[in-house]
């Protein structure tokens, strides 16, 4: 079995996991297990959450690489789909020009759902969060219009601001804004309510979880770096929720 | 409390399709954050405070989600990201937010603190959850050993 091809599938495969929002451990892992199955020896691999090395030995010789991933989006879909390639190959359902062309393809998919229905999940999300945390029947439509606004907004402004927290802060702003507005006008709805329910789609969820699971893992380095990405991301819409209330005031 | 159920379930099936999880899998992410949601919303009855309750919903919700990655073979973040979004201590935050906008520092660090300890509680659970996993595992493979 020719070593580049088993160095390309393996980075192949814990790029698009680290890419699409997977733990660490499981991109070393995953790594790891498609080479040691290819009957490369001394395998040795490792990941942050913007790079990874992979070296192993075969037939005498050493081979390292190292790839980085500097975007970083949420893509569950994706990464279940290697894990499924990785578990088949290891078992031996495929071989391995197989289980590369299948990663190509997934590389290149797009998004599972259209980009309406995420923006619609957005806002039934923050609508549903918005009741949940105590508000009226009245404060479900405002407060999913204002979730939809911050999607639409982190869409729209990151192909401008290249920051990702920029966005984030900008986001929460004008999602914010629009519930100083709603409320202006209403007098009678929660403004609470609707900035609690708007802000929830930036919540920083799998960061959190990734960052645990990657400490657990013992990826200290991951999990901390993950866990200051997540502490940024509640730092920045904090502070424009800050903002907007001292406008209230 | 129906209301609240449906909700919650909403809310978790909705945080599926932002993250992308495959089709089959978003019916079992709505589910674990109802179930979450129930044992958050029913434990206060018994007289439990919001740490403990937080902790053992993050905890069932980890536990349901490793269970239902092993059955429709899965990773388990597919379910536990949306599971816990129900128990995110979003007013808490808010509150402490607004405290520290009114100048009241010592009220807003005392929230503040509260949002972070109620955070850490979901920390723990989820962990709780996967630790469960992890040493199921590792006495089946010692026993295995041992044979």
Redesign the interface.
């Known amino acids: 079995m020719s070593s580049d091809l088993v160095m390309d599938t393996c980075l192949l495969a814990g790029s698009i996991i680290l890419k699409n929002?997977?733990?660490t451990y499981?991109t070393e892992e995953t790594m790891a297990r498609i080479a040691q199955a290819a009957g490369m020896d001394d395998v040795n691999s490792s990941a942050t959450p913007t790079s990874i090395i992979l070296s192993f030995r075969c037939k005498g010789f050493d081979h390292t690489r190292m790839v980085r991933t500097p975007t970083r989006t949420?893509?569950?879909?994706?990464?279940?789909l290697v894990?499924?390639v990785s578990r088949r190959f290891v078992g031996g359902g495929i071989t391995l020009e197989q289980a590369y062309l299948t990663l190509c393809e997934i590389d290149q998919k797009k998004?599972?759902?259209p980009k309406w229905?995420?923006h619609l999940?957005?806002a039934?999300?923050s609508g549903?969060?918005a009741?949940?945390?105590?508000g009226t029947w009245l404060d479900l439509l405002p407060s999913a219009m204002a979730g939809l606004i911050v999607n639409l907004s982190i869409e729209y402004l990151e192909q401008f601001v290249r920051m990702k927290f920029f966005t984030e802060f900008s986001a929460a702003l004008l999602g914010g804004l629009f519930a100083l507005l709603v409320v202006t006008i209403f007098p009678e709805l929660h403004i609470?309510i609707i900035?609690?329910?708007a802000?929830?789609?930036m919540?920083p969820?799998?960061a959190?979880?990734?960052s645990?699971?990657d400490l657990?893992a013992g990826d200290l380095v991951a999990g901390v770096s993950r866990g200051v990405e997540a502490m940024l991301t509640a730092v920045s819409v904090?502070v424009a929720?800050?903002i907007i209330?001292?406008f209230m005031? | 409390m129906l209301?609240?159920l449906a909700?919650?379930f909403?809310?978790s099936?909705?945080?599926c399709?932002?993250?992308?999880?495959?089709?089959r899998?978003i019916l079992a992410g709505g589910i674990a954050g109802m179930v979450g949601?129930i044992v958050y919303s029913l434990l206060p009855l018994l007289n439990a405070e919001v740490l403990l309750s937080t902790f053992v919903s993050a905890a069932i919700v980890s536990l349901l989600s490793q269970f239902m990655s092993i059955y429709l073979?899965?990773?388990s973040?597919?379910f536990?990201?949306?599971g816990?979004?129900?128990l995110?201590p979003?007013?808490l935050?808010?509150?402490s937010?607004?405290a520290?906008?009114?100048n009241d520092y010592v009220e807003g660090i005392t929230l503040a603190t509260k949002t972070m300890m109620v955070?850490g509680a979901i920390?723990s659970g989820?962990?709780f959850g996967?630790?469960v996993v992890t040493i199921v595992k590792g006495a089946r493979y010692a026993g295995k050993r041992a044979q």
């Open positions: 929002g997977g733990e499981r949420t893509n569950l879909n994706k990464i279940t894990n499924d998004p599972l759902y229905m995420q999940a957005a039934t999300a549903s969060f009741m949940l945390a105590g609470s900035i609690i329910g802000m929830l789609p919540f969820g799998i959190i979880t990734n645990l699971r657990l904090a929720t800050a209330l001292s005031r | 209301l609240g909700l919650s909403m809310s099936m909705a945080w399709v932002l993250f992308n999880v495959p089709v899998t949601y073979r899965v990773p973040t597919n536990s990201v949306a816990i979004i129900p995110v979003g007013s935050a808010y509150k937010m607004l520290f906008v009114n955070a920390a989820l962990i996967i630790s």
